[in-house]
């Protein structure tokens, strides 16, 4: 059963845009924190982004000021707005929930890759 589905990767340019977007299933009940991880190939998953229910972010080091995440707890939606994108930032993302009791859900990873 799939409960975080993700969509809005593809093929940019560099300095370009995309726009991810995750639909968590309300299945899961009692979501603290919400956010998108990275893995390119031959690399460990990074985090990029996450925003808790309060609405608290955090980013890598390496996105800020380009990348920007946003939930709608409404629809249990968490979108990733990426601008300024850079061929580093080439990799599969994944869409991250994390509950109350600290349980942890994983997206199927949508591929991002940015040309130079």
């Known amino acids: 059963q799939v409960q975080l589905v993700e969509s809005g990767g593809g093929l940019v340019q560099a300095g370009g845009s995309l726009r991810l977007s995750c639909a968590v299933s309300r299945t899961i009940f009692r979501i603290n924190a919400m956010g998108w991880y990275r893995q390119a190939p031959g690399k460990q998953r990074e985090l990029v982004a996450r925003i808790t229910s309060a609405g608290t972010t955090t980013y890598a080091d390496s996105v800020k000021d380009r990348f920007t995440i946003s939930r709608d707890n409404a629809k249990n939606t968490v979108s990733l707005q990426m601008n300024s994108l850079k061929p580093e930032d080439t990799a599969v993302y994944y869409c991250?929930?994390?509950?109350?009791?600290?349980?942890?859900?994983w997206g199927q990873g949508t591929q991002v890759t940015v040309s130079s």
């Open positions: 991250n929930a994390v509950t109350l009791s600290t349980r942890d859900y």
